[in-house]
């Protein structure tokens, strides 16, 4: 069975985006199975993706393509009513993505429970956990319907955090809003399973480590909530990308860059093993 991933921060601009579509695309390469779901209504994700594989949205006049699956299908239509085929769009053999849509932006004011749920039910009809090794799911930096339906289908989540003074603030805030989210929100849809943190990875680390007293703050603050810090750091990128999509790692004639995105995949995989295997979990940074 496959794990769902949701890559989460209270506070924006952390890499959080970034980490989710390197990771997910490096494990593709690898032999792995990804679906990429993309909840944020800015759907950055989904425009890098698209980029990335030259998938048309418009035509040649500039008026958006009729039919392309979109995660907005997955809320408009009935339950019943739902066409994979209209959802899920195949990148290649091993990735896949349900795109995210600028117009979801209008669900939380048509939020209600059974929307929340949608997602997570649309995972366990369509078998997704058999059908994929991993399904990642990128979250917006706020506590809303978006995130909500994101942790309800989730077996972990993963913290991106930039090594700055706001971090602590946005790790203490999303460590709350889970909390909160498994003992009062949806505590009864929850009693099943457990909803895991893998892990805080720190982005945009500044090569020259003239960050290493916040980087000490941020590792005292992770020990204190039981939290695991990877041990792997998501390094700056200096290069100026003369494109979108140059700024995946692969694409950069840059080797640290990509053994940094390596070895956060194997401490990664590390972290779902050990939970699979019932392995101290929680370790300390």
Known sequence: MGHVISFLNMKGGVGKTTLCREIAYYLQNSGKKVLVVDVDPQSNCTQSLFEKFSVDTVNDEGVKLEGMPTIQNMYESKLVNIQRQNVILKLTENLSIIPGDLSTVFMEREVNSKNEQRLLTLIDQWELKREFDYIFIDCPPTYSFYTVSALLASDFYLAP?????????????????????KNDDQAALM?????????????????????????????TFARKKGLYRFKQEFKYMPKIATSRMDTFVTDRNDALLLQTIQNICEEFEGRIDAANGQEKFNQQV
């Not at 909803?195 to 916040?214: E, F, H, P, Y």
């Open 191 to 219: 009693k099943s399973r457990t909803l895991l943190c893998l892990g805080v990875v720190l982005t945009k680390v500044d090569l020259d480590g003239g960050v290493s007293k916040i980087i000490s703050s941020i590792d």
């Open 161 to 181: 955090a930039q090594p700055d003074l706001y971090s602590i603030l946005g790790l203490d805030l999303l460590n709350n809003v889970v909390e909160n989210f």
